[in-house]
């Protein structure tokens, strides 16, 4: 609506995060890593962010993900 004096925003920039280690939680950070097959700790995603599911994030083909928080987003 303006006439906003003395604030700053600041926008985040999208991380881009890869699943890792097969079955899991959507919301165990344990499961998010910043490079495919690295090491997991990284935040979870945000609506903003990329994530991407590769060859690294399963080892077998009845591996999945629970999604299991409302706000995960998804852009289809």
């Known amino acids: 609506m303006g006439n906003n004096i003395g604030w700053q925003i600041n926008t985040s920039n999208p991380l ?3 699943w890792i280690g097969g079955t ?3 919301n165990d950070s344990q499961h998010w ?3 495919s097959g690295g090491s997991g700790g990284a935040c979870i995603p ?3 962010d990329n994530v991407f599911f590769d060859y690294n994030s ?3 083909t009845s591996q ?3 999604i299991n928080i409302s706000n ?3 852009i289809i």
């Open 33 to 35: 890593s910043n490079n």
């Open 16 to 18: 881009t995060l890869y």
């Open 72 to 74: 995960a987003a998804s």
């Open 64 to 66: 999945s993900v629970t």
């Open 24 to 26: 899991g939680n959507w």
């Open 46 to 48: 945000t609506a903003i």
């Open 58 to 60: 399963f080892s077998d």
